[in-house]
């Protein structure tokens, strides 16, 4: 009786298509976390493989992290868009990550080179920070659906 509960409790947190902030906020972190390697690593190989100044690696990874938490998140994380239209969808969604950026390359700064912590260390803390603001900003302004409040 209980592998049948488990059983259906996986389904419905990773199959099922659900409005329930907690299972959305779980999603969120898998997809994050995947985002997240995918900007780490580019991050990393652009940095200290590449040569490019940190600022400037951190910028193009963190759009890659951007495009791939969008893509997934569409399609699995949030059940419905406020907005109709993909292509403002997606403008609102990369709005909110430009915020995202913008204090990620501030919080890069900072500790980096004012707090002289070591710039991977900096990723993760920087990360840290912005991961609520993203899924929140974009669940209550993008993807949180009533019966009125749809637009576009």
């Known amino acids: 009786m209980k592998l049948l509960t488990i059983k259906r409790l996986m389904y419905n947190l990773l199959i099922n298509k659900s409005a329930n902030v907690t299972v959305q906020l779980i999603r969120y972190t898998i997809v994050g976390g995947f985002a997240f390697l995918i900007d780490f690593s580019l ?3 652009l940095a200290k493989c590449v040569g490019l100044h940190y600022i ?3 910028s193009i990874s963190f759009i890659a992290g951007l ?8 399609k699995w994380v949030f059940t419905a868009s406020k907005i109709k239209n993909r292509k403002l969808e997606f403008l609102f969604f990369a709005l909110i990550g430009i915020i995202g950026l913008i204090l990620n390359d501030i919080f890069l700064y900072i500790f980096t080179d004012v707090f002289k912590i070591y710039l991977m260390y900096s990723k993760i803390i920087s990360a840290a920070l912005i991961y609520l603001w993203n899924f ?6 993008i993807f949180n659906v009533s019966k009125n409040n749809n637009l576009l």
């Open 43 to 45: 991050l990393y190989l």
């Open 56 to 58: 400037v690696s951190a």
């Open 67 to 74: 495009l791939t938490n969008y893509f997934i998140s569409v």
């Open 136 to 141: 929140f900003a974009r669940k209550y302004l």
